[in-house]
């Protein structure tokens, strides 16, 4: 095993496998650490790379870093040779994130003396520049993503956001990967380094430079460059996917990103059928799981629900975070379980926190990788039943047709 990828989120995992693929690399995707009965000792012998998907972006510092550390563990045990800790390609984290935590414990699990924080991801518009994170060439703390309602991204400086959590300093490197001064100030201490990565030249520039490190962290950008360089190989595998079918398809929405509401937009102006769960409604009793289910079952072609709004009317609820949080992860994932029940064989969720909970529900374990849908947004497809075509979509990527695109060619 040449890459052993450890992501806090499926959709992050997903990301992480499409682009090792991409690079060359034949990848196994597992949600959770591995146990003999869902990964065969023959598949395992086929990857180069196993990415293990953790629901940690947001857990506690201590919890975090116990479910990495294990997981690094079975990775080393099963023959990984390098290792990627793969966050949000927009850092998703408060001073009181996990990220910080999550890479000390790395280095020192490793025993590397520094590694590199690359969040970057230029395919879409996640870059560095001057150690500051832009989001399609505007600042992380002056973007959309200011105003995330779990996350809010008030810093754009990933040295801050780090040193909030850090027990390391972390040094912005610009395009200057020499670090033998650093290394000799620093004697045994850990440090991390912050380069510039505008651009996909930069990413293999970086990937040169550093290809003999143990430990990686990042976005899923630098993935590709990884694969590209550790295999000689620029040809991605043939799909799993089967070919696209006239299928009933179900599109979950549970991300308030911007281009998740526009992806919403796009869908409903099509005449598609549509239904809006409120969440102080679904608390209340005045709407109900049933209500959805009947809404699905009568409906053909492709259905979308979704919880989705903008951030004026997330703050108007009458109840806790906490509590519409759980209701509408416990809710959509019910609602991809009824479906995959009965015999929709197309699923499509949109955001990081319900594609956890969808997947936690429905069970499955360990998923081949077909094609993409977008740039790090693949079919997954259950190894134990590949006529099930799963698309997890982090709420920022995608164009704004991608329901309607990606249904029609999974």
Known sequence: ????????????????????????LRVILSNGIPDSKSL??????????????????????????????????????????RYYIKYCSTFDSTKDGNIGPVCDAMLQWTGEAYTVLCPSLPINGRTVKDGCLYVKRVPLAESHM????????????????????????????????????????????????????ETEKDGEAIAEAFKDSRLFTGGSGLLEALARLYTGSGSAHEPHAPESTDEKALILAGSCSKATLDQITAFRQTGRPSYKIEPDQ???????????????????GTVLIYSS?????????????????????????????????NGINKLVVAGGETSGAVMLKLGHRIFHIGKSMAPGVPVLLPVNR???RIVLKSGNFGGQNFFVEAVSRM
């Not at 095993?1 to 060359?24: N, Q």
């Not at 919890?63 to 997981?71: G, I, K, P, Q, S």
């Not at 009317?313 to 994932?333: F, G, M, P, V």
């Open 1 to 24: 095993m040449i890459i052993g990828c450890i992501a806090d989120d499926f959709t992050g995992a997903g990301d992480a496998a499409s682009f090792m693929e991409k690079g060359g």
């Open 40 to 81: 065969k000792e023959e598949e395992l012998e086929r990857a180069d790379a196993v990415v293990i998907a953790l629901k940690s972006r947001a857990l506690e510092a201590e919890t975090a870093v116990a479910a990495v550390l294990e997981a690094a563990e079975w990775l080393k045990a099963h023959g990984a040779e």
């Open 146 to 197: 200011r105003y995330h309602p779990l996350n809010p991204m008030t810093d754009s400086r990933i040295k801050n956001l780090m040193d909030a959590q850090s027990r390391y300093p972390s040094f912005e490197t610009g395009k200057n990967y020499d670090v033998e001064e650093l290394l000799r100030e620093r004697k045994e201490q850990h440090f991390y380094l912050i380069p510039d990565y």
């Open 282 to 300: 679904l608390l209340e009793g005045k709407q109900s799981l049933d209500e959805l289910k009947h809404f699905i079952k009568r409906t053909d």
């Open 309 to 341: 709004d903008t951030t004026e009317h997330i703050k108007d609820y009458s109840h806790s975070q906490r509590e519409i949080s759980e209701i509408l992860e416990q809710t959509l994932s019910d609602l991809a379980l009824y479906a995959a029940e």
């Open 386 to 388: 590949p006529k099930l």
